[in-house]
C-alpha cells in the first residue's frame, strides 16, 4: 500500500506575504498559515515561506506515517533547498536553516511546480501582507460560508442543476487553472410538516471524476444546515429552504485529465445515526468558483461562466463575499 501523502501548497506574496495550505490525499484542509514577511526580495520572501511550512507540528503527522511534500512555485529557492546550485551567500543560512528542519522531520520533501493551482494559499499570502504578526492555525477552521432563505428553486448562478440528488456533467476545457478555488454548492430540502427534531443537520456533497468506465472520489464538502447543543422541535415558516455555500475543503486533487464529473448532495443522519425522515432532498446546483484576476478583494471570490474559463479575462457576473 502506498503511504499517506499530504501536501504543503505556498504562495509568497511581493508585498511582504507568505502563505500556505496544507491538505491531505483527499484535498481535506489539515492546517492553514499566513504571516508578513517585509518587504523582501521574491527568492528571499519564498525561503521564509517554505521555512515556515517546515514547522516542528509535521512531525506529528510523520509519526502517523503520512509523507509531507511543500510545494513551490520558486524554482531557484527549491534547487538551492535541495542542493542543486550553490546559492546566494545571503540566502545561506536560511537554506541551512530548512535542511536543517527537513532533516529532522525525516519524511517531508520540498518540490517544484510551475503551475501552483491553490488559489486558496494565494489569499492567504496576499492576506499576511497586511499583517505585522504571523498566523498559523493547526485546526484550521475551513474557509465557507452558508446562507440559507425561503424557496424552491436552484438559483440562476449555478450553471449545472439537478431536479434530483446527483449531478453529472461534462466540465469545460481547462476548468482546473490557476484561479481555481472550488465549488459554490446548492440545496433545496423540504420539511415535512414545517418542522423539523434537530440538534445538527448538515447536507453533504461528493465530487466524482470519471476515469475510464468507472468514477473516482476526489473530494467532499458540507453545508452546516443546522448546528444546536439543544434538542426539540424547531418550526419552519416555509416547505422547502434553500442553502448555499462554499467549502474550501472541498478541493480536488491528482485529476488528471478527467472533464467529466459527478455530484452527489445527501442530507447526513439525524443525531443518534438513525436516517432522517422529517426532511428531504429535493434539488441541487454546482458552480465553479475563481478566484478575483487582480486580488482587489481579499478573501473574494468571483462566480464565472462555465464556457468563459479559457478566457484570458472572463466576465465576471456576480462577486460573492465568502469569509
Known sequence: MA????????????????????????????????EFVGCKDVVSAELLTIAKACSPALSKLELMGIRIVIVSDCKQAVDWINGIGVGDWKYWQLI??????????????????SRNTNSYADILAKKGAGRNDDSVDLDAPPLDTIICFPGSEVPELFSFQSMESVITVELPTDWFNDNFVGFALCAIVEFQDH?????????????????????EDVCSGTL?????????????????L??????????????????????????????NGKRREDCKLKKCGVRLMYSQDHGEFIGSFSSVKEEDVTHPHPKRLKVMEFH
Request: net charge negative; hydrophobic share 30%.
Open 3 to 34: 503511504p499517506l501523502e499530504a501536501c504543503w501548497a505556498l504562495q509568497a506574496f511581493g508585498g511582504g506575504g507568505g502563505g500556505g495550505v496544507l491538505r491531505n490525499n483527499c484535498g481535506k484542509v489539515l492546517c492553514e498559515f499566513s
Open 96 to 113: 541551512m536553516d530548512i535542511r536543517s528542519s527537513l532533516g529532522r522531520l525525516g519524511q517531508t520533501t520540498v518540490e517544484f511546480n
Open 242 to 271: 434553500v442553502y448555499m455555500g462554499f467549502d474550501n475543503r472541498m478541493y480536488p486533487c491528482d485529476i488528471g485529465d478527467n472533464s467529466e464529473a459527478s455530484f452527489q448532495f445527501y442530507i447526513g443522519p439525524h443525531y
Open 224 to 240: 452546516d444546515a443546522f448546528a444546536d447543543l439543544r434538542h426539540g422541535t424547531r418550526y419552519i415558516g416555509s416547505d422547502d
Open 195 to 215: 418542522k423539523i427534531d434537530v440538534q445538527e443537520l448538515k447536507i453533504f456533497c461528493k465530487c466524482k471524476l470519471k476515469s475510464g468506465d468507472e468514477y
